[in-house]
């Protein structure tokens, strides 16, 4: 028999594998993300089901950006509009964390939240979270089609020993701002001719953004990863069986990812070496 405590967290975790957005939509926290991934999803190919381990790490993001969200609210009660939409004029639909639209001695100023590991401080702030920071500037507009902010504060929170946050200041491109246009242009011209566009060039089967590792040494794939790296892959715009990613071979991938890290790490450090060789050689 279970404690009343993990039932509650039980269901919580339920609710949490169940996505409250229309896949119909392209999202634009997707903006800039693997072209074929996001009509994949909009077409309504088969996806792996969320996980246990991806839906409590979805949990803890919440947790931790809820209660910096709560901070605001808290402390500027009249100011802090949290989950305000941002629509696009082609029917797609965005949340922004936090709306601030008077602030003092500032300029209107949209806030977005993220939760990453302590470790991960070096490479931030990450592309994804730019876009998508750029990509609510750009759309975030008034009755009239004016944008309704040039700036915006993109937010990290770090876990891990202890409790700690980073900012940063995103001021609007509008190059970039056109660029996410013409790319939500593009997609939905696909998406009306059921196009699903070929695996990207860059991409491979044992890295980012189609496998990695986490920081706690987790492996994690594309939920459409099936779709691109299996024996049968999708054509002809033509769905296939859900495949689920052989255990086995998850677990070769990740041994590989760790040797690949490994490996980096040697060559940086011989590179190293050789520069302080030729330093000591040009004296001598």
Request: aromatic share 10%.
């Amino acid at each position: 028999m279970t404690n009343i405590s993990e039932e509650v967290i039980e269901k919580r975790i339920k609710e949490v594998k169940k996505s409250d957005f229309d896949p119909s939509n392209f999202r634009l926290s997707n903006t800039g993300k693997c072209q074929r991934m996001r009509m994949l999803k909009v077409l309504g190919y088969s996806s792996d089901r969320v996980d246990q381990s991806t839906a409590e790490t979805f949990e803890r993001g919440n947790l931790l950006e809820n209660w910096l969200v709560n901070q605001f609210i808290k402390n500027f009660p009249r100011k802090t509009r949290n989950q305000i939409e941002v629509y696009t004029p082609y029917g797609d639909i965005g949340h922004m964390d936090i709306w601030f639209p008077n602030p003092k001695d500032k300029p209107s100023t949209i806030i977005e939240v993220k939760s990453v590991h302590e470790k991960a401080g070096s490479n931030l702030p990450k592309k994804d979270h730019l876009n998508q920071v750029q990509a609510y500037l750009h759309f975030f507009t008034d009755s009239r089609g004016k944008r309704r902010a040039n700036r915006a504060e993109l937010i990290y929170i770090f876990y891990g020993r202890k409790l700690s946050t980073k900012s940063f200041e995103i001021k609007y491109n509008k190059e970039k701002g056109s660029q996410i246009e013409k790319e939500l242009q593009r997609l939905h011209r696909w998406k009306k001719k059921g196009f699903v566009p070929e695996i990207p060039n860059d991409n491979t089967a044992d890295s980012f953004p189609c496998f990695w590792l986490t920081h706690d040494g987790s492996s994690n794939n594309c939920p459409f990863y099936h779709h691109c790296w299996s024996q049968e892959k999708t054509e002809d715009y033509e769905d296939i069986p859900v495949f689920d990613l052989d255990i086995t071979l998850k677990s070769l991938l990740k041994k590989y990812q760790k040797i690949k890290e490994k490996y980096k790490n040697i060559n940086e450090k011989a590179s190293k070496v050789k520069e302080k060789k030729k330093e000591i050689e040009a004296i001598i």
